[in-house]
């Protein structure tokens, strides 16, 4: 009996020791995932504080919070326990979107890559503009959350998620994009168009192009672009600049890292922008900035 006692001691003992040596790797993460990591509500996440930010070693072992990004080093058990605990607030949430109105539905992809929301105008034209952010802070934080997800699943913290909105009534596409990329502007007139076709495009963005660039030039203040098209805009300009110390870069959003000969897809309408930034390459103002390599269209 007592042989037996030891065997079993000494198996739990190099399974407790196995766990505690499990390999931990680095995890790179958008910086807005400090606002529900470990959390155990959505309440908890509305009432997000910042300041107060940590997480339980469960999820990792150590946590640092950059400017622009979170950095997790964790273990592949750790990642489960965060993947699986995100979720969880994925479906409260998708609860609190889905009581706003009986017919009202979001649906995400295993691999979380992609969602579609089912909505009406009256949510998203309300009387009352409070009311209406509310119901928008639903989709962007299951869109952040699913974001976050992938990225831990792929190691990417530049990941994107296909993101569809469906008008409820005729089940047409009324917006889609791939968040956080894309701007998901939806207007009283594509509302309108959405009651009989699918709207790929916000019609605030008639005369919009998307026109593959490549970066020449990858500053803190500034990025410099090179269009491979030259049978559309700016067909005389061999280089083209977004100043990130601007009110233009402020509109769009960026990948975390960026380096030369990365290609993106610049989303602009042929006009410049107006910026004194000391050399003589025209500025510009885009709307979108997507990375090539999740560009689909």
């Known amino acids: 009996m007592k042989r037996k006692f030891v065997r079993v001691f000494v198996i739990l003992f190099f ?20 606002y529900f990591l470990g959390k155990d509500s959505y309440a908890s996440v509305k009432d997000h504080d910042v300041d107060d930010f940590h997480l339980d070693s469960a ?11 979170l950095i997790l080093e964790a273990s592949d ?8 605990n995100n979720r969880m607030i994925l479906k409260e949430i998708a609860r609190e979107y889905e009581s706003i109105k009986d017919d009202y539905s979001v649906e995400w992809t295993d691999d979380y890559s992609s969602v579609t929301f089912c909505v009406d105008d009256e949510g998203l034209f309300p009387g009352d503009m409070t009311e209406a952010l509310e119901n928008m802070n639903h989709t962007f934080w299951i869109s952040t ?14 990941t994107a998620v296909n993101v569809t909105y469906k008008n409820v009534e005729s089940r047409y596409v009324l ?27 916000s ?3 008639d005369g919009y192009i998307d ?6 030039e990858a ?8 269009p491979q098209d030259k049978d559309s805009f700016y067909a005389d300009d061999e280089n083209l600049c977004l100043c990130l110390d601007s009110v233009y870069a402020d509109e769009v959003t960026l990948p975390h890292s960026i380096e030369e000969g990365d290609v993106f897809v610049v989303r602009v309408d042929g006009s410049y922008a107006l910026h004194e930034d000391g050399d003589d390459i025209p500025d510009i103002a885009p709307v979108a900035v997507i990375p090539e390599r999740y560009y689909e269209k």
């Open 145 to 158: 959350i699913l974001q976050t997800n992938r990225a831990l699943i792929d190691q990417d913290c530049d």
């Open 219 to 226: 500053d803190e203040d500034k990025l410099i672009f090179t």
């Open 77 to 84: 058990s750790q990642i489960k326990n965060l993947i699986e």
């Open 59 to 69: 999820y990792a072992d150590e946590v640092t919070v950059e400017e622009d990004c």
């Open 203 to 205: 019609l605030e963005y």
């Open 175 to 201: 917006s889609e994009g791939l968040f956080p990329y894309e701007p998901f502007t939806i207007t009283q007139e594509d509302w309108q168009l959405s009651q009989s076709q699918d709207v790929i495009r």
């Open 211 to 216: 026109m593959k660039m490549t970066v020449k």
């Open 15 to 34: 399974m407790i020791s196995g766990c505690q040596n499990e390999p931990v790797s680095e995890y790179v993460l958008p910086v807005e995932s400090q």
